[in-house]
């Protein structure tokens, strides 16, 4: 799951296994697999990041609930990192997003 905002400002939460495709045109536009279209503030290469983030996460806890699994990843500190950095990212995206949603009704 990736939290993204709307062009609104309201954050949303996509699951990421179901998007299609991500598209700027000139808006950002993630389509899911059902053909729903989602316009979002984030950037496509944001959107993607976020999306590899979170799959990192998911392996680094499969790693921890699973040890004797884990040999068939990448090295779990690798892994570990690249979900922490994730989770930086979508903290510092979260504090974005309600600074961004303030410029707005400040306008």
């Known amino acids: 799951m990736i939290q ?11 699951n990421s296994d179901l998007i299609r495709y991500v598209e700027s045109a000139p808006d950002t536009t993630i389509t899911l697999i059902n053909g729903e279209k989602i316009v979002v503030l984030e950037s496509c290469d944001e959107v993607v990041s976020r999306t590899i983030a979170w799959r990192a996460r998911l392996l680094s806890e499969a790693a921890k609930l699973s040890p004797a699994a884990a040999w068939w990843m990448a090295p779990v500190s690798a892994i570990q990192a690249v979900a922490e950095a994730g989770a930086e990212q979508d903290e ?15 306008s």
């Open 92 to 106: 510092e995206m979260e504090s974005g997003s309600a600074a961004a949603q303030r410029r707005r009704s400040d």
């Open 4 to 14: 993204v905002a709307r062009l609104n400002g309201n954050p949303l939460v996509v």
